[in-house]
């Protein structure tokens, strides 16, 4: 590392958190005579994936590949580190090509530290990516904790996790929701279709948007309940066309309207690959033909036009309290493999 890249991007950090860039506080470089001190910088690149995942977390095995196709990036990382340890780690996430972070999905602390030194490696960290990119950006991206399913009955876990939310909330962040990870595989076999329902492709855009519009009426995701307080229906609809769904690659031969006996629209399915896994990336049905038990086909053909398209396993999530579709996802055999958190930002980091 030279020492210009050094000074812009390494600093000494004691117990009590963040503490400023090397050339103002400390312009030799040395460590300040505080206990816990360590250094905060960032990953030089794809050479220290294996010490970046010294830390174990879901999303390790992606890291690599990531770092290779520019959806995780070196100046959009953070280390915490002490006489070669690495002691903490924060990372953000975007598409290859977006010029910002898109999602907060990695913020690791050693758990073999006490909790003082936890909490102030955290606060450091947090106070890093703050000071230097959040702080600039209007929307900050959202948070993503990546959790085992199980993860409130045992201890450490729970621990770990709740420090994590404390520091978050401290620095701003607020709780949004818990949402289920689920995995489907060929071995729960392929639903049975609906014999009331039939599926056609969307006529054009505008029937995807003018349909998703109305199904976002009386929606129980907490995203969309969100979004929904700022925009209208239409917008919300609008907006996840446009950064969302028609981002998928696969053939939109996949995405299914489901109609009934009258060949009027009940519901669709989006089924896709995103850059990791097959995943049904949406499923709804419209608000006059809820309760009637139609969620279990649509979600039926949404699993049978992957499975046929080769997918080993798919993937979806949906909140946990979003009951009724959490049940359909069981109903199909998508287990509970994982559990995700989502935080936001309250306003623009400052």
Do not use: K
């Amino acid at each position: 590392m030279s020492e210009t890249r050094q000074r812009s991007q390494c600093w000494w950090v004691g117990g009590d958190g963040y503490r400023g860039g090397v050339d103002d506080a400390n312009p030799e470089g040395h460590m300040h005579p505080i206990t816990s001190t360590f250094e905060l910088r960032h990953l030089t690149g794809a050479d220290e994936v294996d010490f970046f995942n010294t830390l174990p977390y879901a999303l390790n095995h992606e890291v690599a590949a990531d770092l290779e196709q520019r959806r995780r990036r070196p100046e959009w990382t953070w280390l915490a580190v002490r006489d070669g340890r690495l002691l903490g780690r924060l990372a953000l996430w975007s598409t290859a090509d977006a010029a910002e972070p898109m999602q907060f999905d990695i913020f690791d602390v050693d758990g073999s530290l006490d909790d003082d030194e936890q909490r102030a490696v955290g606060t450091a960290l947090l106070g890093a990516a703050q000071h230097e990119l959040l702080d600039g950006l209007a929307t900050p991206p959202e948070i993503a904790r990546y959790l085992p399913a199980d993860w409130r009955e045992h201890e450490d876990s729970l621990q770990a996790t709740e420090l994590r939310i404390a520091l978050l909330e401290a620095a701003g962040a607020r709780f949004v929701v818990e949402r289920l990870r689920l995995e489907w595989t060929p071995a729960s076999g392929i639903p049975s279709p609906d014999p009331r329902l039939s599926f056609r492709d969307f006529a054009s855009d505008e029937e995807m948007i003018a349909i998703t519009t109305r199904v976002l009426d009386g929606t129980l995701d907490a995203h969309s309940r969100e979004d929904l307080g700022g925009a209208t229906p239409r917008e919300v609809a609008e907006r996840q066309f446009d950064e969302e769904f028609a981002r998928y690659a696969t053939p939109r031969e996949w995405w299914r309207v489901a109609t009934d006996e009258s060949g009027e629209p009940v519901g669709f399915v989006i089924p896709a690959r995103n850059s990791y896994h097959h995943i049904i990336a949406y499923v709804g049905v419209l608000p006059e033909y809820r309760g009637a038990g139609l969620i279990d086909g649509i979600l039926a053909e949404g699993t049978r036009v992957l499975a046929e398209a080769g997918a080993p396993y798919i993937r979806a999530s949906t909140d946990v309290g979003n009951v009724p579709m959490a049940a359909a996802f069981a109903r199909a055999g998508y287990a509970t493999f994982e559990r995700i958190i989502n935080l936001a930002w309250e306003a623009p980091v400052r």
